[in-house]
């Protein structure tokens, strides 16, 4: 612009760009001598210019009033208590919730300083203590009895420097946080339990375990076997725990409880329209849902056949087909099956496809039933009552026979049942006592010891019965008992034993003595060899020995 000014003008001053306003572009012209015929059209534009700039300004002004009134809806309606503070830690804005959970009113706290409305509250002022430029730290502080994570987060940068501090009461994060955890659970999409949850102490279920551990890091299907209550449902959790999959859903389908003609649309999903009733927009089958995770196939034997051949191709296949859709939908899943019933068995009676069976069983996990491992019935009671309730009760050696002797059809599951009874009709007792157990494990133990002692009772009458008719007398047999017995260890032979009974004034001929061994092999008193190896007593032989001796002496 310099080349403009009149050469007359010594000293000039470059001033830049710089807004002018017309009355000032007008001296300009009047000192220049310029000459002023387009004043008209200049004057035109600019004030064209001004209304332009004026517009925008205005749109723009509306724009930020709006932006600050949504701002400050959000702010307020926020769920957490939000302050604001400057770099002076001067608070400039402060929500509902805050007010709420400081119990201050607003106007009472915004222009004041941090320090002193928090410095109310005693503990917390240590946040404030904290060095000015962490970025972000968080404490929990009681605020008039109530417990409430404080956290204060530094926004630094060219501009700004202030302070953010947000108040949240810690049973609202609890709520929050079980809100979720049911809404995933009720859709089966957690797991529950891991490894640590399994106990036992016996040598074969740890080999168990530690196989299913292993299996767990591959992404193999497995196969669990197990009577009901042992667990299945357990060790499919810990699987899933322990598997590259862990952070993937774990989505679980039991075949006992969905009614046969809703299996397909349940596990495949369907399409919208596939049938009358079928939602709008259609389903995601529990495949679809478990993509990147578990699926636990449940009570697999209970799966009908025409099932049975889908899971197996998309097993295969790795992909599934919607009902009443048409295109084909990749899933990666891994499968985890659990079954109570003898497979084997199925198969053979053709209810089971063998080829799915053999597509399932990569890894077979075969829990033994809690029978086959009795030092874990007093282990997993005692574990229990500890870990539920607390407490550690010793339990008297006639409990301990009892728990032993039931037979616990219902494995752990009846176990755990029973720890319940037994912590509730103990309390106040020092130890565990017959009284506290259910009336089911007091039956099968008398049930054990009377079915034992009379079914003995009457077979021994039979016996003897027998013997009398054959004309061989109790106390003859009593006699010859106890020679075998004596010489137990070592088989006797005929004549040995025909020779000692006659020493003790019984004498037999060579075929009332082969009678009378036949006649006691049949009542399984004793064996005999077939040739000449000879005779010994059997268990049952010295019950029905104490049996005689007892009726000859009482
Ligand atoms: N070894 C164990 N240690 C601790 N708890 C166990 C053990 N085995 C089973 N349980 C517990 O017993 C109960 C039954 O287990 P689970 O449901 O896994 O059995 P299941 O084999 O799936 O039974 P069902 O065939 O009846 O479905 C659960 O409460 C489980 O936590
Ligand atoms: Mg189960």
Known sequence: MMHLCPQEIEH?????????????????????????????????????????????????????????????????????????????????????????????????????????????FEKLSVILEEDDDSPKSASIYDIHGKKTVVTRIHVSGDTVNSYIYTLRGIDSIQKLEKEVRTKLAEKGYVTKYSFSNIWTKNRKMKKVIEMA???????????????????????????????????GPFVAVNFAGIPDNLVESELFGYEEGAFTGAKKGGKKGLFEQARGGTLFLDEIGDAPLHVQSTLLRVLQEKEVLRVGGTSIIPVAVRIIAATNKDIAQAIKEKKFREDLFYRLNTFPIDIPPLQTHKEDILYILTRYLKTRYGISKRISSSAEQCLLSHDWPGNVRELINVAEYVFHASQGARQILPDHLPEVVLASETKVFQRSESLLDSSFTQISDTLMRNGLPTEMIGQLLKIIKRREG?????????????????????????????????????????????????????????????????
């Open 12 to 120: 000039r001053i470059d001033i830049g760009p710089r807004n002018v306003s017309m009355s000032s572009f007008l001296h300009i012209l009047e000192a220049l001598n310029l000459d002023k015929k387009h004043l008209d059209e200049y004057a035109r534009k600019y004030h064209r210019m001004l209304l332009d700039a004026s517009r925008k300004l205005s749109a723009f002004h509306i724009n930020t009033e709006r932006m600050r009134k949504h701002e400050a809806v959000i702010i307020n309606e926020y769920d957490d208590g939000l302050v604001y503070a400057d770099e002076d830690h001067c608070i400039s804005l402060v929500n509902k919730e805050a007010a709420r959970i400081l119990q201050m009113e607003k106007e009472y706290i915004v222009n004041k300083k941090i320090h002193d409305v928090m410095a109310e």
């Open 213 to 247: 551990r292993g299996f767990a890091a591959t992404e193999k299907n497995i196969l669990i076997m197990a009577q009901t209550g042992m667990g299945k449902e357990l060790f499919a959790h810990a699987i899933h725990q322990a598997s590259p999959v862990r952070k």
């Open 490 to 554: 070592k088989l006797c032979g005929r004549n040995s034993l025909q020779k000692q009974l006659s020493k003790e004034q019984w004498i037999l001929s060579e075929g009332k003595m082969k009678k009378t061994l036949k006649l006691l092999k049949e009542a399984e008193v004793i064996l005999v060899g077939r040739t000449k190896q000879g005779t010994c007593i059997t268990a049952k032989g010295k019950k029905y020995l104490q049996y005689i001796s007892d009726l000859s002496s009482g």
